[in-house]
């Protein structure tokens, strides 16, 4: 029986590569998108192509009804979900704090810190096994700016993934006698179209020469980690986190 992966902002940049990744391994995949449909039947297109079995659903992680639906429709369809990998989060045009609107300040906290949480207790409610779930693996998308902190650009952003961090390793030690393993990624500069939403198109051919490695990084080659780190081969490994970020 093919096990069943969940990913919140499946449908572009680390997301979909995880998808794409996932399909070609032969996950079944249910992954949620809010504001692109194109792209999200594109995604569900080319997982389709390489033989996955795939939903996708509408989902804004800042709504609880969303995010319940969401994990009801993977179940409804594929019976359980054996892995979640809580990707979805934003990033708002680099500012200082001193220039941020309360505005700002709450979409970036609202999407990034309390709807990975809404996911994460969702994974929770149902992969426990005290609560009848057959345990599984959870996968939060953190990033180098936890430990680098933004400043002068995402302080907000970086502050909100220090959140995840931290979600991580209590969690790890939460749900671990629940059967439910708990890691994190923390991509540095990956090449992907969050740099456009953030007013900076070109910020990953700008920064990735600054990096030990020389170069940016792919959304397949963090995907590569989110897949050791949902698959069997990572067995006794929770509560990592791991950086995925060329050296930065």
Known sequence: MSKTVLITGGSRGIGRATALL?????????????????????????CEQAGAKVISHRCDV????????????????FGRIDAVVNNAGIVAPAARLADMDIARMKSVFDTNVLGAYLVARETARHMSKSRGGAGGTLVNMSSMAARLGSPGEYVDYAGSKGAIDAMTIGLARELGPEGIRVNAIRPGIIDTDIHASGGRPDRAHELGPTCPLGRAGTAREVADSVIWLVGDQSSFVTGAIIDV????
Do not use: H
Request: charged letters at 15%.
């Open 22 to 46: 996932c399909a070609q391994q032969g996950w079944n995949i249910i992954f949620s998108y809010v504001g692109n449909p194109d792209a999200a039947q594109e995604t569900r297109t080319a």
């Open 62 to 77: 800042t709504s609880e009804t969303d995010v319940i639906a969401l994990f009801a429709a993977g179940i409804k369809s």
């Open 245 to 248: 970020s060329g050296g930065r």
